[in-house]
């Protein structure tokens, strides 16, 4: 069990008001992950401040490692995942019941395919979304979902049968919950800024050369292109938001050049994610074209970024190069965590 505030009396909720820069939609500077954790720390008595900066961590944007999942490690938190194989789902059901029964929320990460309402219910075995499950009574299964009209409070109430159990084939559990800090900015800056530099510097190299060499522009697959949204607005944007949020309102202008650089950034993430996600209606592998040119502004702005904390931090701006391949590699490790059904995925081409 977590250090945590148990026993709190506040609902579980999704409520723009109160959440970080929430102002249209869910995916406004967090995905539907960390809008599940935002809630869970919320209802533990942060203040939307308190979640930039208890989520905030040195920037790393392709991610090195073989985990292609959602960030799991936080200074706040930790979000212990428990996995199952397709099919398997109904196995995980007892212990996800159990958790919620007892008052412990649970991140859930459904299968598609049994999942009631999804788009795929029925056709493929994709993991694409991501709800808060708190409260299990006669009723159902009570859920948070960024998905769920915004007039019944993003809310919905599922009835426990054989398909719910058995798209319980991921969930997460928040672990390790601290309450929440009372530092200023500049404090957070002297913490996450110069571990971000190398990092950031590898990784618009890696944006230039994928932009430039890896993908010409011309023909993507769809389930590349779905792992690019999943990695943008799932990844990189957040980060980008989260510490621009950190920062914010600091005294040292210099650090709030890092956060309004860090905001911009964030807000060309967002509009390259959302624009992939409106593509993805056409189910067409050449009207990903139009995304191209986003991925070189994605990079333009890090860049900006870069230089307002090399200035911060008095250092001169890394030196990095890379081939796009690592990119490359993310995505595919991003299009086979949510869509690849327990399978590898058929041979995926650039055009």
């Known amino acids: 069990?977590?250090?945590?505030?148990?026993?709190?009396?506040?609902?579980?909720?999704?409520?723009?008001?109160?959440?970080?820069?929430?102002?249209?939609?869910?995916?406004?500077?967090?995905?539907?992950?960390?809008?599940?954790?935002?809630?869970?720390?919320?209802?533990?008595?942060?203040?939307?401040?308190?979640?930039?900066?208890?989520?905030?961590?040195?920037?790393?944007?392709?991610?090195?490692?073989?985990?292609?999942?959602?960030?799991?490690?936080?200074?706040?938190?930790?979000?212990?995942?428990?996995?199952?194989?397709?099919?398997?789902?109904?196995?995980?059901?007892?212990?996800?019941?159990?958790?919620?029964?007892s008052g412990t929320p649970v991140v859930l990460m459904p299968d598609g395919h049994h999942w009631p309402g999804d788009d795929h219910e029925g056709k493929e075995h994709y993991h694409h979304h991501m709800v808060l499950a708190h409260?299990?009574?006669?009723?159902?299964?009570?859920?948070?979902?960024?998905?769920?009209?915004?007039?019944?409070?993003?809310?919905?109430?599922?009835?426990?049968?054989?398909?719910?159990?058995?798209?319980?084939?991921?969930?997460?559990?928040?672990?390790?919950?601290?309450?929440?800090?009372?530092?200023?900015?500049?404090?957070?800056?002297?913490?996450?800024?110069?571990?971000?530099?190398?990092?950031?510097?590898?990784?618009?190299?890696?944006?230039?050369?994928?932009?430039?060499?890896?993908?010409?522009?011309?023909?993507?697959?769809?389930?590349?292109a779905k792992g690019m949204d999943v990695w943008v607005l799932g990844d990189v944007q957040p980060q980008l938001f989260l510490l621009g949020h950190a920062l914010a309102g600091a005294d040292d202008p210099r650090v709030a050049e890092v956060s309004r650089a860090s905001l911009a950034a964030a807000a060309r993430a967002q509009k390259a994610g959302l624009l992939l996600l409106g593509l993805h209606r056409f189910r067409s592998e050449g009207v990903y074209a139009v995304t191209h040119e986003e991925l070189a502004a994605l990079a333009d702005a890090c860049e900006e970024l870069l230089t307002a904390m090399c200035r911060y931090a008095d250092a001169a701006r890394p030196v990095a190069t890379g081939d796009g391949r690592r990119l490359e590699r993310r995505l595919r490790g991003e299009a086979q965590w949510c869509f690849g059904e327990g399978r590898p995925l058929p041979g995926l081409s650039f055009g």
């Open 135 to 224: 409260r299990l009574d006669a009723e159902g299964l009570h859920l948070l979902d960024t998905d769920a009209p915004a007039e019944e409070g993003h809310r919905r109430v599922l009835p426990v049968g054989d398909a719910l159990r058995n798209s319980c084939t991921r969930y997460a559990v928040l672990e390790r919950i601290d309450p929440p800090g009372g530092r200023r900015p500049e404090e957070y800056a002297a913490a996450l800024v110069r571990p971000s530099l190398v990092p950031l510097a590898e990784d618009i190299a890696e944006l230039r050369a994928f932009h430039g060499e890896v993908w010409s522009g011309a023909r993507l697959p769809l389930l590349l």
């Open 1 to 101: 069990m977590s250090r945590a505030t148990a026993g709190s009396d506040r609902p579980y909720s999704f409520d723009p008001a109160a959440a970080l820069g929430w102002k249209n939609i869910g995916l406004d500077g967090l995905g539907c992950f960390l809008r599940s954790v935002e809630a869970v720390l919320l209802q533990r008595g942060y203040a939307a401040d308190d979640v930039a900066r208890g989520l905030a961590a040195p920037l790393d944007l392709v991610r090195r490692g073989e985990w292609y999942g959602p960030m799991s490690e936080f200074p706040a938190c930790t979000a212990h995942w428990y996995l199952a194989d397709i099919g398997e789902g109904h196995r995980q059901w007892p212990r996800v019941a159990e958790l919620v029964t």
